[in-house]
């Protein structure tokens, strides 16, 4: 018993609790002090999260705002239907508060664009951007259009304390690029003054066909003066389709004069489309002036539509066809929205899309020397003849090999024939002129003379983009589009010159082409 007392008498002893108690207390400290910093920033680090989040939010607000204001550009057009007004649309920039009880805000810039943006560099979407002007809408200076295709909103949300996020994205507009009929026929110009084709401002049958002044400035184009050239070859005032009261067919009426020289020109009520009296047939020839159809329609005739005199008031009448391309009496300059006639890829002819009554021309008919296709092409009014066979050879171009029709893109030439073939041949520089030259079987002026014409699939047999559709590039890589030229680079202070540039899905690169319904949508949205 004494022993066992003896060993659990032994005590154990405190010896080294002392400093582990210190250096658990020391660990703990430095422990506190180092998640100090971390919590404070961890909560310096959600403010600021917090604030991105809220002026990211107050960005895509902005976007809401402006994409609703461009939506709602809209007016009832004749019948009532709501379409788009670019009168309506604004401008910018546009600012406001986000409104969530915060002092939240944005700020959005607003450009506007013919053609995609996307497919450029900064420095062109600098150079292209519309000019907008509150009330009066939006205006391309290089193409004259009146239409946006693309907008692009920048868009800045910004906070009390400085910080901002900007969001930019690109709002592809619905539109239809369907060309619409309808513009002035001018005479050539004898002064400063632009006389135009005019059928009055309370039009009937009979109604002489008179000169007037035309239009200038943001002056309308009065409904007198707005003519349509159809496939049958008849002039038909667009203001009087569909009007019953002037013809009750609903077929209005069209340009008129009996075939012998001297005789009035006048309006007369239309016939069915595709079944005219040869008295309403009229064919654009080489000059540029309009001639009357033989009475069995299978040829021009030889009397032209003749301004006596380039005075308003002037009656119009028929002569006997004389004078060149600058006939001051008888050469006529229709609007390339009066429309193309029969021209077509059915008559070997080129229609340029946007210029859609112009038609790739070699000029003057000459392969060689000064002002001739051996300098320059350009686009000129599109010519007629009851028979199309009898067009002249300058504006007949047949793609060799012949095209399949809606097949993928094909490599060919573009020939000519004047008596010897001679091809549409690229200057293989930006913005350089193209010209016809010698058919060539092989070597570089065989590459110049090479172009895919794109239709509407690509190589696999997929619908191409439309932006892709209906051109035709040279052997470039990776190909320039046939194209015109700016509006200051005319021929005879008329007609645009036929170039290559980088293509850009613009119509004035499409040809022969189809019309194109571009729906609605929000694309292409980055931080900046």
């Given at each position: 018993m004494n022993v066992i007392r003896s060993r659990f008498s032994v005590r154990g002893t405190d010896?080294?609790?002392?400093?582990?108690?210190?250096?658990?207390?020391?660990?703990?400290?430095?422990?506190?002090?180092?998640?100090?910093?971390?919590?404070?920033?961890?909560?310096?680090?959600?403010?600021?999260?917090?604030?991105?989040?809220?002026?990211?939010?107050?960005?895509?607000?902005?976007?809401?705002?402006a994409l609703g204001q461009v939506r709602a550009a809209t007016s009832p057009n004749k019948d009532g239907v709501m379409q788009g007004d670019a009168k309506k649309l604004p401008c910018g920039p546009l600012a406001g508060s986000?409104?969530?009880?915060?002092?939240?805000?944005?700020?959005?810039?607003?450009?506007?664009?013919?053609?995609?943006?996307?497919?450029?560099?900064?420095?062109?979407?600098?150079?292209?951007?519309?000019?907008?002007?509150s009330g009066y809408g939006v205006r391309d200076t290089a193409?004259?259009?009146?239409?946006?295709?693309?907008?692009?909103?920048?868009?800045?949300?910004?906070?009390?304390?400085?910080?901002?996020?900007?969001?930019?994205?690109?709002?592809?507009?619905?539109?239809?690029?369907?060309?619409?009929?309808?513009?002035?026929?001018?005479?050539?110009?004898?002064?400063?003054?632009?006389?135009?084709?005019d059928a009055g401002s309370s039009p009937v049958a009979g109604s002489a066909v008179k000169l007037s002044l035309c239009p200038t400035g943001n002056q309308a184009?009065?409904?007198?003066?707005?003519?349509?050239?159809?496939?049958?070859?008849?002039?038909?005032?667009?203001?009087?389709?569909?009007?019953?009261?002037?013809?009750?067919?609903?077929?209005?009426?069209?340009?008129?004069?009996?075939?012998?020289?001297?005789?009035?020109?006048?309006?007369?009520?239309?016939?069915?489309?595709?079944?005219?009296?040869?008295?309403?047939?009229?064919?654009?020839?080489?000059?540029?002036?309009?001639?009357n159809s033989n009475s069995g329609k299978t040829d021009v005739g030889g009397q032209c539509i003749t301004a006596a005199s380039q005075t308003a008031g002037t009656a119009l009448a028929l002569t006997n066809c004389a004078g060149g391309t600058t006939d001051t009496a008888q050469t006529w300059i229709p609007s390339p929205a009066v429309g193309a006639g029969q021209a077509g890829a059915t008559n070997s002819q080129l229609v340029n899309f946007q210029q859609f009554g112009r038609c790739l021309d070699v000029t003057n008919q000459s392969v060689s020397g000064a002002n001739s296709g051996a300098q320059f092409l350009i686009?000129?009014?599109?010519?007629q003849n009851p028979d199309p066979t009898k067009v002249a050879w300058n504006q007949k171009f047949t793609p060799t090999p012949a095209l399949t029709t809606g097949s993928a893109p094909q490599s060919n030439q573009w020939v000519t024939n004047n008596g010897s073939k001679y091809c549409l041949t690229s200057p293989g520089t930006e913005g350089g002129y193209v010209t016809v030259t010698p058919c060539a079987s092989s070597g570089a002026t065989k590459t110049a003379q090479t172009w895919t014409t794109y239709q509407t699939q690509d190589a696999s047999g997929n619908e191409l983009a439309y932006k892709d559709k209906f051109t035709i590039r040279d052997s470039?890589?990776?190909g320039r589009c046939l194209s015109l030229s700016?509006?200051?680079?005319?021929?005879?202070?008329q007609y645009q010159k036929a170039i290559v540039e980088t293509c850009d899905g613009s119509s004035q690169q499409k040809w022969n082409a189809q019309a194109n319904v571009q729906e609605p949508v929000l694309e292409n949205m980055h931080e900046q």
């Open positions: 010896r080294g609790s002392l400093p582990m108690a210190m250096l658990v207390a020391v660990i703990g400290i430095a422990l506190a002090a180092l998640m100090v910093p971390l919590v404070i920033n961890q909560a310096h680090t959600t403010t600021f999260d917090t604030a991105r989040g809220r002026t990211l939010q107050a960005a895509e607000s902005g976007i809401d705002v986000v409104g969530n009880g915060s002092n939240d805000r944005y700020s959005v810039d607003i450009a506007y664009y013919t053609a995609d943006p996307n497919a450029h560099d900064t420095q062109w979407g600098i150079d292209h951007k519309m000019i907008c002007v193409t004259n259009s009146y239409t946006p295709s693309y907008v692009v909103l920048t868009s800045q949300g910004s906070d009390t304390a400085g910080e901002s996020r900007t969001l930019v994205t690109t709002y592809v507009v619905k539109t239809t690029n369907t060309n619409i009929p309808g513009g002035p026929i001018r005479i050539w110009p004898a002064g400063s003054d632009n006389y135009c084709m184009l009065p409904k007198g003066m707005s003519f349509i050239y159809n496939p049958d070859l008849t002039i038909q005032l667009a203001a009087t389709i569909g009007d019953t009261t002037v013809n009750a067919n609903g077929y209005g009426l069209c340009v008129y004069s009996a075939g012998s020289s001297g005789n009035a020109v006048t309006l007369a009520k239309c016939n069915a489309p595709g079944s005219p009296p040869y008295q309403q047939v009229w064919s654009v020839d080489d000059s540029s002036h309009l001639r686009l000129y009014t599109c010519k470039s890589s990776p700016k509006t200051t680079d005319l021929y005879n202070n």
